[in-house]
């Protein structure tokens, strides 16, 4: 393979991945299910909880499977996989049009969603992105998984409104999920594939498939640190994005401006996931998301505090900033400590728990205001937990600088495995 053939199949693979990120799980069904929650409650005559509460579940699925499939793609490799989780989530979404009004049945169904999403979840794809760039790798997973999943949760739902308003939510359900195949499967089938092994010329330096294993990792002071801090950050700032819209009106705001900050948010910090990509790639230091971490602490405090329109839009681009770049900065410094080799079972044990406190997190701000009857504690307690993961991220060394060996604990002395740096 030539420099210039090399260049095209890296060009064609961002392409695939980011379409794919368009047509995911998160713009498929997280996107939407706010579409539908009504409509679903008032045919089968349940509680709105009830109906929501398939994204928790969700949640608790790809906390168990994003290792399981981490580990299977590492070793088969990705392609098929998530060929296959493409084409499975869009025949699970189409099956939902067929829910019996049960509740049993209704999880099932959306069960199978979160196992085939996860498959083909942005995580997943992040891998294949990884092993095909390296000078550029942080770009090239800020545009992929920020760019494709800030269009996809962007014309999902308005698409889920038209097809609601014309067919009902189970022929919507239908149209999406051929939506989700007519879009994925083609361009991932023709352009998606896994990198070389070995370089494909001598004027191309392939990135190598080297690194730690789940387990060397895990025996690093950096892994633990960066696992608390992204936790610290997903679990907190994904709970205020579900929570917008309440925290708003509670303070008198209208639905139309609350949910024009919402948007603001969602698009900033897809924006944003490119822009950390790029600093990322140029500095490579985890010290530069702290100040975006501090800005998402001020985005916080103006949407809970602040008062007037310039105030909580300020908020909300403060706090999608915030959200892009702990998302931005996760898969890329996956790879850049702990190598490609085992990336997927690496990258899957954190997507597990950013899954987990994903699903956690905003349920207990809800606790904590059936018992306050206000969001401030929760509030203040998220801007603890961010304040929290800025200390862990400033003890991270530089990843040119890390020795798995060095960095390992105390007790494994001479033992310990060192890291490979990828230039």
């Excluded at 420099?3 to 368009?22: D, G």
């Excluded at 190598?208 to 679990?235: C, H, K, Y």
């Excluded at 929290?388 to 390992?408: E, K, Q, R, W």
Aim: charged fraction near 10%.
């Amino acid at each position: 393979m030539s420099k210039a053939s090399y260049a095209r199949s890296a060009a064609q693979v961002a392409v695939a991945a980011t379409v794919a990120n368009m047509v995911c799980i998160t713009a498929a069904i997280s996107a939407t299910i706010g579409v539908f929650l009504v409509p679903i409650a008032e045919e089968f005559h349940w509680p709105r909880a009830a109906v929501s509460g398939v994204l928790g579940m969700i949640s608790i699925i790809s906390a168990v499977t994003y290792p399981l499939i981490g580990k299977a793609m590492d070793r088969f490799g990705s392609r098929w996989p998530l060929l296959i989780g493409n084409l499975g989530l869009a025949g699970s979404i189409a099956l939902l049009s067929q829910a019996s009004g049960t509740i049993t049945d209704f999880y099932l169904r959306f069960a199978l969603v979160g196992v085939f999403g996860t498959l083909a979840s942005t995580g997943m794809l992040c891998k294949v992105v990884s092993s095909w760039f390296d000078a550029r790798r942080g770009l090239m997973l800020g545009v992929t998984a920020g760019v494709g999943n800030g269009v996809g949760a962007t014309l999902m739902p308005v698409l889920a409104g038209i097809f609601l308003a014309a067919y009902g939510w189970r022929e919507s359900y239908v149209l999406i999920g051929l939506l989700v195949a007519a879009l994925g499967a083609p361009v991932m089938l023709l352009w998606l594939r896994d990198a070389p092994v070995v370089a494909p010329s001598p004027e191309v330096a392939a990135p190598a498939v080297e690194g730690m294993s789940l387990r060397e990792a895990a025996q690093t002071r950096v892994f633990w640190l960066m696992l608390l801090a992204v936790a610290a950050g997903a679990g907190g700032m994904t709970a205020v994005f579900t929570h917008v819209v309440p925290m708003l009106t509670d303070h008198g705001v209208s639905l139309g401006e609350a949910t024009g900050v919402l948007a603001v948010f969602a698009l900033v910090c897809a924006g944003w996931q490119v822009v950390t990509g790029a600093l990322l790639d140029a500095l490579r230091t985890p010290r530069i998301v702290v100040p975006m971490y501090a800005s998402a602490i001020a985005g916080l405090l103006l949407l809970q505090f602040g008062h007037g329109t310039g105030q909580i839009m300020t908020a909300g681009v403060l706090l999608g900033i915030g959200m892009g770049a702990d998302y931005g900065a996760l898969s890329y410094f996956v790879s850049r400590y702990f190598g490609l080799k085992h990336y997927g079972t690496i990258i899957g044990t954190f997507y597990a728990v950013v899954a987990f406190t994903q699903g956690a997190t905003p349920a207990l701000m809800d606790v904590s205001f059936d018992r306050s009857g206000s969001y401030t504690i929760a509030a203040l307690a998220i801007v603890v937990a961010l304040v929290f993961g800025i200390a862990l991220l400033t003890l991270m060394p530089h990843p040119d600088a890390f020795d798995g060996a060095s960095d390992a604990a105390p007790d494994e002395g001479a033992n310990g495995r060192a890291a490979v740096v990828l230039a």
